[in-house]
């Protein structure tokens, strides 16, 4: 029997269902884990990423900080935070690791979100007198939700990887199968659990990918909001401008 | 404090060995990226098939594609060998859409230009759409360079040993000292690389005012693709 079927057996195996350690149970933690990391961290970047792409303040820190993030090793942070806070609060210190390594993508996202936004449209905003406040929810928030839901995307699976390293401290999810299995040398429920981890990622992102689709509002040609990777359009905006 | 001076030469000698793992990766997947990255910018339906297939791989936690891999690969899962592949697996991920990205933003006058002048397809991808695309490129290459460096540390739970053995080894026995150096060499070893590389650009491409593209780059998201099929 190769590995793959060894995996295939230790998965549909019905004690996967029962105790503690069934699968359903722990595939709840890392959805749970998952969930509340995220919206912890959105609940903080968003308000702070809108506030940067609607001022243009701070630009420069948050670019500093998704880019340190991304060197920052998010096995270490686990384990530094659990430390420091204490074993007892492993729980506590593991949610705080997952809503840092979360919040620069959801910043870059609700950031890039607001900053891809046609400053000619928001001139029209301003010009049929909408306040601030308007351009804000009526015109830039909605524009920028397909980026937002981009960077909720990344953010989720950012969890959903380092929620399977935090296993490594007990604190449960799917990887612990992984962990207990190198302990083991248990290499089908290694390969098992992986599959499963990854099946979850994927899953994931194609609902982000979906969602990304349905939040792009009624009206804006298709194409339009994606077209912020390479070009501002800002920028552009002020050269055509500035070119008449 | 006590921790660090005693072991110094444990931490030079683990910071060797954790470049030792994230340099081959860099370097290969830059490599396969580039004629991946081609095909994707030259042709539409490869360009999904391809890029889509980049993000999925991507997608996948870096500790089960560790554990993942050898069962296809049939590489020991221990090896060091395993975790480079999954590395450059992840950096091709990265780079070959940046690649695909950089190409697109060539001007198409440019490239006509080039055709007119009597270049054959070779030595205009790389005496005028190689260079051009330089900047983004080089963009994409750091990006892959600092999360290579990051990923490595994830082999110590395989048994790979680099900085991330400071993480565990320092788990185990209650050093937060330890782990902190592991947290902030791995840091350091990132942004050195991040530098070597810019400079490198620099001074290799010093036709690329490429302050702009790189203010830009480190907020992309990974969902959002741009699609400039034709560049306006």
Known sequence: ?244 | MNWLVNNLDLVLELTLQHLKLSIPPIIIGFIISIPLGYIAHRFRLTRGLLLTLAGLLYTIPSLALFVILPSITGVSALSELNITIALTIYAVAIMARSVADALDSVDPAIRQSATAVGYGSWRRFWTVEFPLAGPVILAGLRVAAVSTVSLVTVGILIGVSSLGYLFTNGFQRRIVLEILTGVVMTLIVALLLDRILAVGGKLLMPWASSTKQRKRQPLTVTASTSDLGSPA
Not at chain 1, 8 to 29: H, K, M, Q, V
Not at chain 1, 65 to 82: D, K, T
Not at chain 1, 212 to 231: H, K, S, Y
């Open chain 1, 1 to 244: 029997m190769n590995l793959f079927q060894q995996a295939f057996a230790w998965l549909f195996d019905p004690a996967r269902l029962e105790g503690t350690s069934a699968i359903p149970a722990r595939l709840g933690e890392h959805l749970v884990f998952t969930f509340f990391a995220v919206l912890i961290a959105a609940v903080i970047a968003v308000p702070l990423g809108y506030f940067i792409g609607h001022t243009g303040k701070g630009r420069e820190v948050a670019i500093a900080l998704s880019g340190a993030a991304r060197a920052l090793p998010s096995f270490g942070l686990i384990l530094l935070l659990v430390l420091v806070i204490g074993v007892l609060h492993k729980e506590v210190a593991a949610y705080i690791a997952f809503v840092i390594l979360a919040i620069p993508s959801i910043l870059a996202g609700a950031y890039a979100g607001l900053e891809a936004t046609d400053r000619r449209t928001i001139d029209s905003a301003r010009a049929v007198g909408m306040t601030e406040w308007q351009i804000l929810w009526k015109v830039e928030i909605p524009l920028g939700l397909p980026l937002l839901m981009g960077g909720l995307r990344s953010a989720t699976l950012q969890v959903v990887a380092t929620a399977t390293l935090a296993a490594y401290i007990g604190l449960g999810g799917l990887g612990g199968y992984i962990i207990t299995g190198l302990a083991n040398r248990d290499f089908p429920q290694m390969l098992g659990a992986a599959l499963i981890i990854a099946a979850l990622a994927l899953v994931l992102d194609g609902l982000f990918a979906l969602a990304q689709q349905l939040v792009v509002p009624r009206g804006v040609g298709a194409g339009r909001t994606t077209d912020v990777r390479t070009r501002s359009s800002r920028s552009s905006a002020v050269a055509e401008a500035s070119a008449k």
